[in-house]
């Protein structure tokens, strides 16, 4: 079964606790305002890649050991097939291996909406970042861009990782983004708080460095 993968990278450490694998997944019929990842929205056929070979990467980047993997986008439930499959195949590899790892994903669809449409996602998650992104509320907890989206522990493993953070607010002085360069693109990975992107664009500007296509507008 194929998959539409916007991009994957390893380790992630701004999204979920300790080192883990990220994957963003392509697709996204939601399109919230002030959403910084509309290069994710197209359900670009161009992207498609097995889920087996997904899961080979995983297990190749990760081999030295990792804590998690977090599954963001794009939607991730705008493909719920290739999600269960996905899902189905970390829990494979979890228990086969005798690993611990944890797997958070995130959605822009309200916690109500999972709960009747994809019980049987939810089941296989550690844990989920629900609702979607509003631009005009405070910013969010711990690794949440807006003050509506929760952080939820679905499973005894997460409830062990994520009860503490449910409540926690974001640093301020905490590390919240990465970067990385890749094929002559530069990735930002994490929550911005808001106005940092424009900051970005104009120290990049005042450096001689001027962004051409970017991803939030
Ligand atoms: S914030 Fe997430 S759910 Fe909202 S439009 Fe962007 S990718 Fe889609």
């Given at each position: 079964?194929?998959?539409?993968?916007?991009?994957?990278?390893?380790?992630?450490?701004?999204?979920?606790?300790?080192?883990?694998?990220?994957?963003?997944?392509?697709?996204?019929?939601?399109?919230?305002?002030?959403?910084?990842?509309?290069?994710?929205?197209?359900?670009?056929?161009?992207?498609?890649?097995?889920?087996?070979?997904?899961?080979?990467?995983?297990?190749?980047?990760?081999?030295?050991?990792?804590?998690?993997?977090?599954?963001?986008g794009g939607e991730p439930f705008d493909q719920p097939k290739p999600l269960a499959a996905l899902l189905d195949g970390l829990a494979a590899w979890r228990a086969s291996a005798g690993l611990d790892f944890d797997i958070l994903c995130y959605s822009g669809h309200p916690l109500k909406t999972l709960e009747k449409r994809h019980a049987k996602i939810l089941a296989r998650l550690d844990a989920l970042i629900p609702e979607p992104y509003a631009d005009g509320r405070p910013l969010g907890g711990l690794w949440r861009g807006s003050d509506n989206q929760t952080l939820l522990p679905l499973s005894p493993r997460g409830q062990a990782r994520y009860a503490a953070c449910v409540a926690a607010p974001q640093a301020e002085d905490a590390k919240r983004m990465q970067v990385s360069l890749q094929d002559g693109r530069l990735w930002f990975i994490g929550i911005p708080h808001r106005g940092d992107m424009a900051a970005l664009e104009e120290l990049c500007r005042a450096r001689g460095l001027e962004l051409g296509q970017v991803s939030w507008r």
């Open positions: 079964m194929d998959i539409l993968l916007n991009k994957a990278h390893f380790p992630v450490t701004v999204l979920g606790p300790g080192r883990r694998i990220g994957l963003w997944l392509q697709g996204c019929t939601i399109r919230c305002k002030g959403c910084v990842s509309r290069d994710t929205w197209p359900a670009d056929p161009a992207r498609a890649m097995p889920v087996a070979a997904l899961l080979a990467w995983c297990r190749k980047v990760a081999a030295d050991g990792f804590d998690g993997v977090t599954i963001s």
